[in-house]
């Protein structure tokens, strides 16, 4: 358990740091102590430094400082030289990308290391003055790109163009979704049937991708993996803090990953660790990615019934998917089926949308169960919706484009550059995921757990083919997810997460009952930043400054989901007779939800 070997490497328990490793870092203190000392007093001269092997910046343990112009306003960046295997020297390096937000307060406690999500998101937008003023003044604040991802080098590039990737997805089941004909009666096998063909078109596509990414990228895809992520963090907390410099994190959604595999993967080495939004390690490490959804849907029928509830409350005018104030949420319910159950049988022509399209029933869906992530776009959902319902799909299906940015059309090889290399592979040819395989895990997810958004997933967490991987990495982590920590965790969860439920925090907190404390807030959607609370991120801030919440401090919310338009320009957040310290705090936390939603799905 917990230990993969893989051609030649052999990763040995416990996961301490590895004899390599140790190796490498022996021969870089001496020449880092130096070079800290050098790098302090001439770092704006020379604009970089170095040690270790190689030299010129290539090093590994050099830190290549860009000038001020290359970086957000307020930061320093660059990158940091890191053995690219941390098991195979011969393996070269990698280069990390980094943004610095420096603290602006004395003593300063440390470096926190911050990732935003999904895999594939670039941490090094969140070195930013509002994560400083979540987190304290008095820390550095390290923004980076995983590795693979975005700046970070080597890149996933296995399309050869933005382009390229464009036409592959478009118009198939990766970008339209998994259409159920019918969620009313799961019996009628016709269901299966047709889960299966759209199964078949789906492996094909991951098939073909695989195959492109292993001629394109090659060996380069075996460090993606999130063991090797925490290695990468290990590596720079001993560089910029010191050997002794804990490993001080802050991350969420994909990044409670990244936090649990760091706390039970080097427990000797963890400090302060908030999680938020929290991805169970087990199910994650331990199944194969398709059957992930099933332990990721468990809020999220009680979070559509919310969604339905408070559209009701507020009224058409506010919520134009209700008829009047007060409508039972069935009948609201009952319309939105029967949109979803015409669609299966006729997709609505899109004529004008970011591109001429159509939309389909498992599109319509999946930008549904997408909306329920994010509370402050309910109003805008019940628009998109209603008008879609009416017939102009236009607004709905022009969310469809939003996931990528023309700047990083490789977001999802890159997700799956990670996942790949987390989830295990099959152990024996009949343990390979077929189209069979899929379609009745569809149907075991919408009969178990989530009968309308249960084959909903796939198109905001574009995960599977792992089967056709062309690789696997020097490591995998896979627990135990028991350890024992010197300063506690802190697991951030809200009572109505439609993808990361409260039951992964509560499993990890109690694989972890002393080293865990798990603070709750009483509200949807994605991560408790989706609805800004001053009480969760005093907590939040409060633990980074040493004061331990009581395990399972609940936190309320007050939210207007659908304000009144005629009411308009309504004011997102209720900030009056706040201090001023309380209104910089929640209009921080504003901006870091939208900040991680811009990263994660932008
Ligand atoms: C990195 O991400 C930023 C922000 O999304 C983007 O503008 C930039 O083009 C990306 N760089 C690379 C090399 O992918
Ligand atoms: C559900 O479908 C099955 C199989 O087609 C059929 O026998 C059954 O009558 C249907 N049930 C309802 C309530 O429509
Ligand atoms: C993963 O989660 C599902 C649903 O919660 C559960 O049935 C399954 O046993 C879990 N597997 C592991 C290894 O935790
Ligand atoms: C459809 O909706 C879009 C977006 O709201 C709007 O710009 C367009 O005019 C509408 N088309 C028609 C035919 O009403
Ligand atoms: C941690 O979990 C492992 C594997 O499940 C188990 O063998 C071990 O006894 C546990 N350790 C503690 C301290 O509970
Ligand atoms: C911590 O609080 C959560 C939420 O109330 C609860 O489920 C859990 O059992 C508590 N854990 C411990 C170790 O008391």
Not at 119 to 137: C, F, M, Q, V, Y
Not at 314 to 321: H, K, V
Request: with cysteine.
């Amino acid at each position: 358990m917990g230990v993969l070997k893989e051609g030649n490497y052999k990763v040995d328990r416990p996961y301490n740091i590895s004899n390599s490793t140790r190796r490498w870092l022996k021969s870089l203190v001496t020449g880092a102590a130096v070079c800290l000392l050098i790098f302090a007093l001439y770092r704006k001269k020379s604009g970089h430094c170095m040690w270790g092997r190689g030299g010129h910046g290539h090093g590994i343990g050099s830190v290549n400082w860009s000038p001020a112009s290359e970086c957000s306003p307020g930061t320093e960046c660059g990158s940091v030289i890191v053995p690219k295997d941390y098991f195979d020297p011969s393996a070269g390096t990698a280069s990390v990308a980094i943004a610095v937000f420096k603290a602006t307060k004395s003593p300063k406690k440390g470096t926190v290391f911050l990732n935003p999500g999904g895999p594939g998101g670039s941490g090094t937008r969140l070195a930013t003055k509002e994560l400083a003023n979540l987190i304290g003044d008095d820390w550095d604040l390290l923004g980076f790109d995983p590795r693979g991802i975005n700046k970070t080098e080597p890149q996933v590039q296995c399309f050869d163009s933005a382009s390229d990737f464009n036409f592959f997805v478009a118009n198939t089941v990766l970008q339209q979704g998994f259409t159920v004909t019918s969620s009313s009666n799961l019996s009628d096998p016709a269901i299966e049937a047709q889960l299966v063909e759209q199964s078949r078109e789906f492996l094909a596509l991951k098939k073909s991708q695989a195959e492109l990414c292993a001629k394109n990228m090659g060996d380069e895809l075996r460090y993606m993996g999130t063991a090797t992520v925490v290695r990468d963090m290990d590596f720079m907390a001993k560089l910029f803090d010191g050997e002794d410099g804990k490993i001080n994190y802050w991350g969420g959604s994909y990044g409670s990953i990244l936090g649990a595999y760091l706390v039970n993967m080097l427990p000797h080495r963890a400090g302060f660790v908030v999680i938020d939004g929290i991805v169970d390690p087990v199910n994650w490490s331990t199944e194969p990615s398709h059957k992930w959804p099933i332990n990721w849907l468990a809020s999220t029928e009680k979070t559509y019934r919310f969604y339905l509830e408070t559209c009701s409350r507020a009224g058409s005018d506010a919520c134009p998917l209700t008829q009047y104030t007060g409508e039972p949420y069935e009948e609201i319910e009952a319309r939105l089926e029967a949109f979803f159950d015409a669609l299966a049988i006729s997709p609505l022509p899109v004529p004008f949308g970011f591109r001429p399209g159509f939309l389909t029933s498992g599109a319509a869906r999946a930008l549904l169960l997408m909306y329920l992530e994010r509370p402050p776009q309910w109003a805008d959902s019940a628009l998109a919706l209603s008008q879609a319902m009416a017939g102009n799909g236009t607004l709905l299906f022009n969310k469809l484009a939003t996931p990528r940015p023309p700047s990083n059309p490789h977001y999802d090889l890159a997700r799956l550059g990670v996942t790949c290399m987390d989830s295990p592979p099959p152990k024996t040819p009949a343990e390979v995921p077929t189209a069979e395989d899929l379609a009745a895990e569809f149907m075991k997810t919408m009969r178990e757990v989530s009968p309308h958004f249960g084959a909903s997933v796939s198109v905001g967490e574009p995960d599977g083919g792992c089967q056709y991987w062309p690789v696997q990495g020097p490591e995998r982590f896979a627990g135990p997810w028991n350890a024992t920590l010197e300063w506690p965790m802190l697991i951030v969860s809200n009572t109505m997460d439609p993808i990361t439920p409260i039951e992964s925090g509560i499993r990890i907190n109690s694989l972890m009952p002393d080293s865990t404390r798990m603070i709750i807030q009483d509200g949807p959607g994605h991560c408790s930043s989706a609805i800004p609370t001053l009480c969760t991120m005093k907590l939040i801030r409060g633990y980074y400054a040493g004061t331990l919440p009581e395990n399972g401090t609940m936190c309320g919310t007050a939210y207007t989901y659908f304000p009144d338009p005629s009411q308009k320009p309504e004011p997102t957040l209720a900030t009056a007779g706040l201090s001023a310290d309380d209104t910089k705090l929640l209009n921080s936390a504003l901006t870091v939800g939208e900040l991680l939603q811009a990263i994660r799905r932008a």
